[in-house]
């Protein structure tokens, strides 16, 4: 009777996989036909979202098959891609670049930090005013010049609360994941740096004030207005943010995306200041062994917000990318490290009262690290129905060389 029960089960679940949807494809500029990074993907009548990697190349699951898929870039015009009966996947998806006609262009003030307290000032209305908790694919990769030696994916739950309320109150929780790790002794060194999991509470610049948006610290930095773009087909002020004193501590700068008419805050490109290496290290580093030294290169943040129909702005898809070189002081050479990790928003579980903070040992301390919590997991039907970001070529190659090295 058991084994019965089993064979059923087994075959709900393979019925279950064969159900699934699967819209795949490429999306291009019109124009160049280059491929088109981190552009936002979702399919109609759900909230299965993506981003395409950077060859352009994305994966939706889906439960059936939608009429159409939305695709939205900054700079483009969004699109809806008709399904139709036809194929689903390996499709090629043109988007065509919008341009702003200066001369229709409105701005209220010549005075770009005025701009961007009013946006602050109108965070709690533009954003959820109810907790809320979502389906996320996060990855991390390290790399040793152009090598990769260590791959790390997980599916997390993201808590989040109010946007009256502060970061410390969010969390996050791991569902599944796998690590893979290069073996050789040259590529350990023990460093150990800021990100993973819990980095997308960290840097939402909406809700953390003290990330950039302190207002003690805006007297820190010159602004300048840019030239205004389309982002969802809204016209959009962009502002520069330039650090223009010297501080006890590093100071990020870059652009943020204020949308014209609701002000509300749909997209960050920041950088840190790595001019003054000590306090760039200072930032970047959580630990590191005695004797290594640490020379930082690079710390670069991009934070993507969406609207939803309502008018609510949530967060959608966070990147954040290291550079920097390590040695050990008796060698002459330094080698180059880098390393990236993405959170994208995949699904919106819950939201108000059923939404509810996870506890216990799967979640995430503001201070733990993805590699504090995953071990190694090899199994082929790893991610089953869960969304992903669609890894590059290099990075597929990069996991079979480190699962071959594992297993040795």
Known sequence: MTRLWITMLLMLATLAVQAQQVVSGVVKDRQTGNALSHVSVSAEGTDVHTVTNDDGYFTLKVAQSPRYIQLSHIGYKTRQMPLGSGPIDNLTILMLSTTVQLSEVIISADDPLAIVKAAMSRIESNYASEPELVRCFYRETARRGSRFISVAEAVTDMYKSSYSRGPEFDA????????????????TLGVKVQGGPVMPLMVDVAKNSEYILNPEMLPYYKYHMELPTMIDDCLHYVISMTPKVVTPFPLMGGLLYI?????????????????????????MLVRKPLGLRFRPREL??????????????????????????????????????????????????????????????????????????VEYFDDPDFWADYNIIEP??????AIDKLKKRVRK
């Open 172 to 187: 996050v929780a791991i569902q599944k994941g796998r690590r893979l790790m290069s073996m050789k002794a040259s590529d």
């Open 259 to 283: 949308n014209h008419e609701s002000l509300a805050i749909t997209r960050a490109e920041l950088q840190l200041d790595v001019s003054d290496w000590r306090k760039a290290s200072e930032y």
């Open 392 to 397: 590059t070529e290099s990075l597929e190659y």
């Open 300 to 373: 670069s943040v991009t934070v993507v917000y969406e609207t939803d129909a309502a008018g609510i702005t949530h967060m959608s898809y966070v990147r954040n990318e290291m550079r920097f070189n390590c040695d050990w002081r008796r060698r002459l050479f330094a080698s180059p490290y880098t390393t990236v990790c993405e959170m994208v928003v995949t699904d919106r579980l819950a939201l108000g009262r059923q939404a509810k903070r996870p506890h216990g040992r799967s979640s995430f301390g503001h201070n733990e690290r993805f590699y504090d919590k």
